[in-house]
């Protein structure tokens, strides 16, 4: 936009120069000083006086009011044409103003993120997110370690229980055998009684 501006400066400026010069020129050129030197040169000498011819004077003096008319419709256009390049410029400098304004509100929403209704600058938003990610990767390695806690205690559990169970197998196995002797123990004894009252 700077580049622009300057842009646009040097083309108002270049045509205020060119204008400054067809002016200069142009009082280079002065027609009227041409008409004046003409008559002075065309007039007769009386004594130490010069005689004009009225008709040319007449002339003369019509086209210096006519130069002169002229003069002043230049210097009036060139006021115009200077207020309406202020008047630009003033426009330009405003429009400037604004697209600065809005580049730079653009630069803020740019660099802004709105997070759940919040606006964040992406620093902030930035941290904000790698700080719930090593909160889930914590707690992902809380629940991994207490799975892995869990499970050998359960491994454990089950072991025992195993092992209980084992051991309540064998006292039950050894409990039926002693059962089963002590029952033909009873019945030995049972015959021998028999035996001894027949």
Do not use: C, H
Not at 125 to 147: E, H, Q, T
């Amino acid at each position: 936009m700077n580049k622009l501006f300057i842009l646009i400066i040097f083309i108002l400026g270049y045509s205020f120069s060119g204008k400054a010069q067809d002016t200069i020129s142009n009082e280079n050129e002065n027609p009227i000083q041409k008409q004046f030197e003409d008559l002075i040169e065309s007039s007769n000498n009386y004594q130490e006086y010069k005689v004009v011819n009225y008709d040319d004077l007449i002339k003369l003096k019509n086209n210096t009011n006519s130069y002169i008319q002229t003069l002043k419709n230049q210097i009036s256009t060139g006021k115009k044409t200077a207020a309406n390049q202020k008047k630009e410029i003033n426009n330009l400098e405003t429009e400037l103003k604004s697209t600065q304004q809005n580049l730079q509100q653009v630069n803020e929403e740019k660099d802004n993120i709105v997070f759940l209704g919040l606006p964040l600058t992406k620093g902030t938003y930035m941290a904000m997110m790698w700080g719930i990610v090593a909160l889930l990767i914590l707690a992902l390695l809380f629940f991994i370690y207490k799975f892995k806690n869990s499970n050998s205690v359960t491994k454990e559990a089950r072991k025992r229980l195993d092992d209980t169970e084992r051991e309540f197998d064998d006292y039950k196995k050894k409990a039926l055998e002693k059962e089963q002797r002590l029952g033909r123990l009873l019945q030995d004894e049972k015959n021998k009684v028999n035996r001894m009252n027949s």
